[in-house]
Nanobody
Framework: QVQLVESGGGLVQPGGSLRLSCAASGITFGTYDLGWYRQAPGKERELVATITWLRNTNYDASVKGRFTISRDNAKSTVSLQMNSLKPEDTGVYYC?????????WGKGTLVTVSP
């Protein structure tokens, strides 16, 4: 059974930083591509960043240069370091992985950027 559990969300002021983590189980972690998505209030879920099993990374233009995705295969975790946070970064952040047509999601962690 695949499980993804996010942690690290919270309230932060604009310009601040947060580090999100996602712990995975039930998969051969090192062979999976992973990603972070977010959903702002009243909006659709959108891609934030991805990292392949070869550690190639990709970022949405809105976070490039501010966010960094990384993975630790020994600990089966994927992290998202978020710097220079803006109010528009507010939302629920979800960890994602997939194998073929099957997608797996965590329950999400809330990030609120507000003065």
């Amino acid at each position: 059974q695949v499980q993804l559990v996010e942690s690290g969300g919270g309230l932060v002021q604009p310009g601040g930083s947060l580090r999100l983590s996602c712990a995975a189980s039930g998969i051969t972690f090192g062979t999976y591509d992973l990603g972070w998505y977010r959903q702002a209030p009243g909006k659709e879920r959108e891609l934030v960043a991805t990292i392949t099993w070869l550690r190639n990374t990709n970022y949405d233009a809105s976070v490039k240069g501010r966010f960094t995705i990384s993975r630790d295969n020994a600990k089966s975790t994927v992290s998202l370091q978020m710097n220079s946070l803006k109010p528009e970064d507010t939302g629920v952040y979800y960890c994602n992985t997939r194998r073929g047509a099957i997608q797996y999601w965590g329950k999400g962690t809330l990030v609120t950027v507000s003065p």
